[in-house]
């Protein structure tokens, strides 16, 4: 039985979105602090962040508040668009790359914008693309340019971006968090999220019309990521000791890292375009990054292919295409010096840990991704924004380069970001 109760498809050239208006105090004019290591701190404002996004290439954010949202460019950092909502803000805030088309879901205060209705805008040509409802609240929506996804509790509803059309609906356990990835690349159209069992995980190829069930842990799964290509996949349980790294084709785990040894709640996984890093983030106020070599046997540098699975991919059109500065002379993670006997000892003992790792304040929930060579940012539910770079070959503590206090709210409330 279908969850959606409504549909309104179309562009519709009269139709606005509520009452936006785009205040004076934008980016150029916005009231600013020095906060040292090259950024910048706001004033203090009377709204709450509820919830930050990054878009397809990592290149931008959205942050969704209780007046509105707004857009960042990640480098160089700068406020780049703000709409402000007189009757009540926004829950979700999910951009199509650098455009201006928005899916929009929102956070209960406005009956026009309830939280179990996803609408997707055309900011620059004001247009209502379509709006779609459903029975229970939307927990989170992915975009990609051929489908855009809705996430509820217990169900996942893809569409195709050219006519809407509903082409896939696939239950899964309870996903209060909203679980997902849906890649972006042009040549393969993947989806990942939780199965209908514990730990279970199911990748759907739409390309290949296959789909694929992964058993990654024996606890719920709490975090994902898969690369832009949709071949990788990455996965923490709710226990978040360790991060399992799969292909998505075959099933296959390919390594597995340890974060730490005592319990934690996962915030965020990345994994860099190249193949080469992992990056995670937990409630322990530590950011993690451990050297991936999934890819070591298969890559070609020279072309931007490599293959997984028996399967040769051409990268060299995606953003994600091998960066020859980190395929040199990179470092190892961590390991024990008992790891030699592996089989022999405990698992715990030939564990592999993070390679570099930068100490966050703990007070709140951080997204990361991985920018230029060999730099991580971080988003915080604070408001706060950290570019920080590693050593590629020795690794050891990372170094913060720049920082920014994009927003600082008088009060906050407590919501999972959005990857």
């Known amino acids: 039985m279908s969850s959606q109760v409504s549909t309104s498809q179309g562009l519709n050239p009269h139709a606005t979105l509520g009452s936006f208006q785009t205040p004076p105090s934008q980016a150029s004019s916005c009231p600013v602090t020095q906060a040292g290591a090259g950024g910048y701190e706001v004033e203090e404002e009377d709204v709450e962040l509820l919830s930050v996004s990054w878009n397809q290439d990592r290149s931008c954010f959205s942050a969704a508040t209780t007046d509105g949202f707004r857009i960042f460019s990640c480098k160089p950092f700068k406020e780049t668009l703000r709409r402000v909502q007189g009757n009540g803000g926004f829950g979700i805030i999910e951009m199509l790359f650098r455009s201006n088309v928005f899916g929009i879901v929102g956070e209960g205060s406005d009956k026009r914008y309830p939280q179990n209705k996803l609408t997707i ?20 929506v992915k975009l990609s340019r051929k489908y855009f996804v809705v996430v509820l509790e217990h169900e996942i509803s893809v569409y195709s971006f050219v006519d809407h059309k509903l082409i896939h609906q696939i239950e899964t356990t309870s996903n209060p968090n909203g679980l997902c990835c849906l890649s972006c690349h042009t040549d393969n159209s993947v989806m990942a999220c939780p199965g209908m069992s514990q730990g279970l995980v199911r990748v759907d190829h739409f390309g290949l019309k296959a789909t694929k069930l992964i058993t990654a842990h024996h606890s719920n799964i709490s975090c994902m990521a898969m690369t ?37 709640e996962i915030y965020s996984i990345a994994l860099s375009p190249n193949l080469q890093w992992l990056a995670v983030s937990s409630d322990k106020g530590t950011m993690h990054i451990f050297s991936l070599r999934v890819g070591a046997g298969g890559e070609d540098a020279s072309n931007g292919k490599y293959a997984i699975g028996g399967r040769q991919i051409d990268r060299s059109n995606s953003s994600g295409s091998v960066d020859p500065v980190l395929l040199a002379n990179t470092g190892s993670n961590v390991s024990s010096s008992l790891s030699f006997m592996k089989g022999i000892l405990p698992k715990y003992f030939s564990s592999e840990w993070s390679f570099a790792q930068f100490r966050l304040p703990e007070v709140t929930r951080y997204i990361t991704a991985f920018g230029d060579q060999a730099t991580v940012m971080m988003i915080g539910l604070d408001g706060s924004f950290y570019r920080c770079s590693f050593d590629p070959v020795n690794g050891g503590e990372m170094v913060l380069d720049e920082y920014f206090r994009f927003l600082k709210p008088r009060k906050s409330r407590s919501r999972t970001p959005i990857n």
Not at 230 to 255: E, M, P, W
């Open 228 to 264: 832009v290509d949709g071949l990788l996949l990455a996965t923490a349980s709710v226990k978040g000791i360790l991060i399992r790294i799969f292909n998505t084709i075959d099933g296959t785990c390919l390594q597995e890292v340890r974060r730490g040894v005592d319990k934690a």
């Open 121 to 140: 805008y055309d900011d620059h040509k004001s247009n209502l693309i379509g709006e779609f409802s459903f029975r229970s609240d939307i927990r989170a």
